[in-house]
């Protein structure tokens, strides 16, 4: 097997355009148009800028998380990526997000302890078969040699925040989350996981509700996020 191997090595299939490739996810010419975020970025949301230092945004409202990190804009091809992740059962595409999620987790060289999915509510993950970020935060975990722990549950079945305009997505979640298994993150750095950053504001209420549960500092990874408006 490994002989034949060696004389017709296996092919697969880019995952965007489906062209057979030798090794990898992408294809060359598909790989060029993801809009990784590189240059100057906000240093909490971790959203692109077109200066150094903070935006204006987190300087005004701040965050409950201490800062994140996504190596992805969200746009294009990628915002299509993770609409097939999350709708249409693609649960292949959370190796290939969690390599490069791991990838800018390590550059930043953050003390974490534990890693955290965000929760599904118990409807919406019966309606879906997975949770993406679960799924995502399974892979971190591998390849950062960090314990994952499910410490989070989603309590409350929340509207989708898509439509919903700032204040409204942090109404919106207020006391969606309970912690679980507490022990796992009391004293503890948790790198939060979920697959978009927005307006943060999920991601803000689970890091307010680990830290009132014993959470030292709250750190987050997510896919995508995009520029502030």
């Given at each position: 097997?490994i ?6 090595p296996p092919?697969t299939?880019c ?5 057979a ?6 294809c060359?010419?598909c790989k060029s148009?993801?809009?990784?975020i590189e240059g100057?970025?906000c240093?909490i949301c ?6 150094e230092?903070t935006?204006?945004?987190c300087?005004e409202?701040?965050?409950?998380f ?14 299509d ?13 959370a ?8 990838d ?9 302890d534990?890693i ?5 509510h118990?409807i919406?993950l019966d309606?879906?078969g ?5 799924l995502?935060?399974?892979?971190l975990s591998?390849?950062l040699?960090?314990?994952m722990s499910?410490?989070l ?5 929340t509207t989708t925040?898509t ?9 919106n979640?207020?006391?969606?989350f309970?912690?679980?298994y ?6 503890k750095n948790?790198?939060l ?6 307006t943060?504001?999920t ?5 307010k509700?680990l830290k009132?549960?014993g959470a ?10 995009g520029?502030?408006?």
């Amino acid at each position: 097997m490994i002989f034949l191997d060696l004389l017709f090595p296996p092919k697969t299939t880019c995952i965007i355009c489906k062209t057979a490739i030798k090794t990898g996810y992408l294809c060359d010419k598909c790989k060029s148009t993801l809009k990784f975020i590189e240059g100057n970025r906000c240093s909490i949301c971790g959203k692109p800028t077109d200066y150094e230092g903070t935006c204006p945004d987190c300087l005004e409202h701040g965050h409950e998380f201490k800062q994140n990190i996504s190596p992805f804009e969200y746009d294009g091809v990628v915002k299509d990526l993770i609409g097939r992740f999350k709708y249409f059962k693609e649960r292949e595409l959370a190796p290939f997000f969690a390599d490069y999620m791991a990838d800018a987790v390590k550059k930043m060289n953050w003390p974490i302890d534990v890693i955290v999915p965000v929760p599904l509510h118990k409807i919406r993950l019966d309606e879906r078969g997975y949770n993406q970020s679960e799924l995502l935060a399974r892979e971190l975990s591998y390849r950062l040699n960090i314990f994952m722990s499910k410490a989070l549950r989603r309590v409350r079945n929340t509207t989708t925040q898509t439509a919903l305009h700032k204040e409204e997505r942090i109404e919106n979640v207020k006391g969606a989350f309970k912690v679980t298994y507490k022990d796992t993150i009391v004293g503890k750095n948790a790198l939060l996981v979920d697959d978009v950053l927005t307006t943060g504001a999920t991601l803000d209420e689970c890091a307010k509700v680990l830290k009132e549960n014993g959470a030292k500092d709250v750190y987050v990874v997510t896919i995508a996020t995009g520029k502030n408006m």
